[in-house]
């Protein structure tokens, strides 16, 4: 079975610090993902990675930067946390076989910011 | 671009009454479609998806999908919901570059 491991379940962090969310995957998937998932808002793009070291944009890049210095492993990175920034953080990895693909998650972190 | 749209933010149905739960999305390439299922404090689950062979795709628990290109939709049928169904339910696309695009989702609820 696919494996995507969020490092923590739950953190509780103060405005201003800076957060680091570790994502890892076990299947060689190139493809790697990260959302925040909110009442009402669906999931919501942060960034996506299509290969170590590159990084792209998502929906809502706006006070995040991500690092992929290894395939299994991606990181989300809040530079200095804000209470808005209170949500469930899901990462997930994908393959494409340029006919199918298919997304596998984590169990999500639930991030609050006091 | 893509986006997804679901339809129904609430569905509300009879337990043993038949499931819509609508999406429509739009792609600019051939897309991959999914539905996925998050019940409460749970992860996200598979359901069903579609990748350009059968326009009707049966899923896991009796959920079925058909992709329907003219109408760009891609909405969820089951025909008799059952009480442990109570969930919510992501359409998700996968296209270009492959970005995976989420819904908004739809909070099925089960009436015993």
């Known amino acids: 079975d696919v494996k995507v491991t969020q490092s923590s379940r739950y953190l509780v962090k103060r405005t201003g610090e800076k957060v680091f969310l570790e994502c890892v995957q076990d299947?060689?998937?190139?493809?790697m993902f990260w959302y925040r998932q909110d009442p009402g808002l669906g999931l919501r793009l942060i960034y996506f990675?299509?290969?170590?070291?590159?990084?792209e944009k998502g929906d809502i890049p706006e006070g995040y930067s991500v690092s992929r210095e290894k395939k299994e492993r991606f990181s989300l990175i809040l530079e200095s946390a804000s209470t808005n920034q209170t949500s469930m953080y899901l990462c997930?990895?994908?393959?494409?076989?340029?006919?199918?693909?298919?997304?596998?998650f984590g169990q999500g972190t639930r991030l609050t910011v006091v | 671009a893509q986006s997804v749209t679901q339809l129904d933010s609430h569905v509300s149905v009879s337990e043993g009454t038949p499931v819509l739960l609508r999406c429509n999305y739009s792609?600019?390439?051939?897309?991959?479609l999914f539905w996925y299922v998050q019940h409460p404090n749970k992860g996200l689950q598979l359901l069903l998806k579609?990748?350009?062979?059968?326009?009707l795709v049966k899923g896991i628990n009796g959920f079925e999908a058909e992709f329907k290109k003219s109408e760009t939709s891609f909405h969820l049928t089951k025909p008799s919901a059952h009480m442990s169904d109570a969930a919510e339910y992501f359409c998700?696309?996968?296209?270009?570059?492959?970005?995976?695009?989420f819904g908004t989702g739809t909070k099925l609820q089960v009436i015993p």
């Open positions: 997930a990895s994908s393959y494409w076989t340029g006919s199918s693909s298919e997304a596998f």
């Open positions: 299947m060689d998937h190139e493809n």
């Open positions: 990675s299509y290969d170590v070291k590159m990084k």
């Open positions: 792609s600019s390439y051939s897309p991959s």
């Open positions: 579609y990748t350009s062979a059968a326009t």
């Open positions: 998700v696309v996968s296209g270009g570059y492959q970005k995976v695009t």
